[in-house]
Structure formats: structure tokens, C-alpha cells
């Protein structure tokens, strides 16, 4: 089966930086589709950013543009989202998932299209 485990989370200062990793196990790495998410308390998940297996192209939702950085590297089967200029709005659990195929770039910020899903690392921001 297929397992995705976080680490990396933590209790960080207003403007800290944090790199969160995702090891995948149970699927071959490279051809999937990773994205990480983060739920907030009384908040929906949602996506943060996500990365093909492929061509490496990357997607990010705008809060997040500039602060952070998906990257993978298929030989760990591991994939990173490495945090900079922390904000207390970026306080929440993040989730790694992986998806076997999305057909569409647009698609890539909707958590149904994921299969697999990890249990989730605690991001603390303190302001």
C-alpha cells in the first residue's frame, strides 16, 4: 500500500523559515503528482502547492507565492515545501498528498483528485 509521511513541522517565530518533507512509499515516485495542503482550526483544507512528476512544473496559490517552494527529488522518493518568511496565518496542520494522474493544470488545488494522503505535520507560527 501506499504510505506518505510528514515531518518537519514545528513552533516557529514571525519571519522563521521551515522545510517540511514527504516520503513516499508503496508507488513509483516519479510519475506522481504531489501537492501539499494545510487545514486551519474551523477551516477547510486547502492547497498550498503542487509539483508534476514529469517536467517538475510547479503551481502555488497566491498567499503563498514568493515565501515557498515545492521541489522533489525522485531518487529519496521525497518531496519538500521549504517555508520562508513564516507568517501566524500560515499556523496550521499541512498534509502531503499524491495523486496517480490529473489531467488538468487547473485541478491541481482540489483535494478530491488526490489519492493518497499523509497524516499531517503542525505548523505553529508565533507572532
Known amino acids: 500500500q501506499v504510505q506518505l509521511v510528514e515531518s518537519g513541522g514545528g513552533l516557529v517565530q514571525t519571519g522563521d523559515s521551515l522545510r517540511l518533507s514527504c516520503v513516499v512509499s508503496?508507488?513509483?515516485?516519479?510519475?506522481?503528482?504531489m501537492g501539499w495542503f494545510r487545514q486551519a482550526p474551523g477551516k477547510e483544507r486547502e492547497f498550498v502547492a503542487a509539483?508534476?512528476?514529469?517536467?517538475?512544473?510547479?503551481s502555488y496559490t497566491d498567499s503563498v507565492k514568493g515565501r515557498f517552494t515545492i521541489s522533489r527529488e525522485n531518487t529519496k522518493n521525497t518531496v519538500y515545501l521549504e517555508m520562508n518568511s513564516l507568517k501566524p496565518e500560515d499556523t496550521a496542520v499541512y498534509y502531503c498528498?499524491?495523486?496517480?494522474?490529473?489531467?488538468?493544470?487547473?485541478?491541481?488545488?482540489?483535494?478530491?483528485?488526490?489519492?493518497?494522503w499523509g497524516q499531517g505535520t503542525q505548523v505553529t507560527v508565533s507572532s
Open positions: 509539483i508534476l512528476g514529469s517536467a517538475g512544473s510547479t
Open positions: 508503496g508507488r513509483t515516485f516519479s510519475s506522481l503528482v
Open positions: 498528498a499524491a495523486a496517480i494522474s490529473i489531467n488538468y493544470f487547473s485541478d491541481l488545488r482540489y483535494p478530491p483528485r488526490y489519492n493518497y
